[in-house]
């Protein structure tokens, strides 16, 4: 029998989080669905966990993470009062969205893209409101702005964009940001930005020096490879921040996290390093399948995108058969993460079999 219980009937178009069969984790090195670092964590980030974190285990964390804080306000020369942190990006996403928008307000969206927005801006009780991407699956910025109205309190730029890896140029920004009124914010949500060497893209540092309603968010969970530890920051004029803090979790941060951040920051050079290999596997990986007759944007994150339409469930069944995981939107593509040289090897290898079954499918349609 079905318990009927009062619950928000806002939310009933909302899939379960739980649904579904129990999956594996799946931690191996051809997991290439969730855009992490392929690479081990760095030694000075381990012995930093090991070496400051376990005598603390039985305390809470700093609230507010002072030691990041303070690293991250000089990186970026701003206030320690202009940064707060959350619980991954995404956690920084939430506190904006709750902090400002609420029923019957409305945050614009473009769409395709990050997958959590639809959920967080819901469960704030706003309305989503989703603007389509251009033909060539970019941002945009017009018809962005043209959807603003009184009921408009957020607007969400992705750069680059996940899952389409596209990215807005500086251009495109400052459009955007000459149309929009003084007081709708807009959140710059760059968790890729280290692996975005587009020269011509926007930079949401810039754009806060110069427009008071913008936000920043950036993670620690992709290019500095702390995905498990879940550390984000958002960057702000104080007044902002001080909203977003009173939606934030409580000790949402830990301290283990908080240590590796900071030892993060210290092997800055390290972990340049290593986005470069990701680059440069990035752009081998796209020449590859760009060869093989593939549509693959230019892409300013760590993974590419084949859109796919009605043929992705052919095209994923043979990378699950091929044993590498990808991230899978049905009807519309699949996100590949890229990996080691060798996972990218089978990635291209399993991309050359897809391709016949793909055409094969194309023209039978």
């Known amino acids: 029998m079905t318990f009927a219980f009062r619950h ?22 051809f997991q290439l669905s969730n855009n992490e670092s392929p690479f081990d964590p760095l030694p000075s980030v381990r012995k930093a966990i090991a070496d400051d974190c376990l005598p603390f285990i039985g305390r809470y ?24 942190l959350g619980c991954g990006s995404s956690e920084v996403l939430r506190m904006a969205i709750c902090s400002l928008a609420g029923p019957g307000d409305e945050v614009i969206i473009p769409w395709r893209s990050f997958e959590a927005y639809p959920a967080l801006i819901a469960a704030s009780g706003a309305t989503c409101v989703k603007v389509p991407l251009t033909a060539d699956l970019r941002h945009d ?50 968790a890729y930005v280290q692996f975005n060497n ?20 950036q993670t620690f969970s992709k290019a500095y490879g702390l995905a498990g530890l879940r550390v984000g920051y958002g960057i702000a004029r104080p007044e902002v921040i001080g909203e977003l803090g009173k939606t934030a979790l409580a000790f949402a941060v830990t ?18 390093e290593r986005v470069e290999r990701v680059i440069a596997e990035r752009n081998r990986v796209t020449v590859a399948l760009r060869g093989q007759g593939w549509d693959v944007p230019d892409s300013g994150s760590n993974y590419l995108w084949l859109g796919l339409g009605d043929h992705t469930d052919c095209v994923a069944a043979v990378f699950r058969d091929a044993g590498i ?32 079954l793909y055409d094969a499918e194309c023209a039978a349609a």
């Open 61 to 84: 964390p700093d609230f507010r993470g002072w030691d990041v804080i303070s690293r991250l306000s000089e990186r970026f020369g701003v206030g320690m009062d202009s940064i707060i």
């Open 141 to 190: 910025v017009d018809a962005m702005a043209a959807a603003v109205n009184d009921r408009t309190r957020l607007i969400i730029i992705n750069n680059p964009n996940n899952p389409t890896g596209t990215t807005v140029s500086a251009d495109e920004a400052e459009r955007l940001m000459q149309s929009v009124p003084g007081d709708v914010m807009v959140l710059f949500d760059e």
């Open 8 to 29: 928000r009937n806002d939310l009933d178009t909302m899939p379960a989080s739980n649904a579904g069969s129990p999956q594996p984790l799946i931690r191996d090195r």
């Open 325 to 356: 995981e990808v991230h899978v939107f049905p009807g519309g593509g699949i996100r590949i993460s890229m990996g080691l040289p060798e996972v990218n090897d089978a990635v291209i290898a399993a991309c050359a079999t897809a391709k016949q």
């Open 198 to 217: 587009d020269p011509g893209a926007a930079d949401g540092m810039v754009l806060l020096r110069k427009y008071p309603n913008v936000i920043v968010a």
């Open 255 to 272: 301290d283990v996290a908080q240590r590796a951040a900071v030892a993060s920051m210290d092997a800055q050079d390290e972990l340049d």
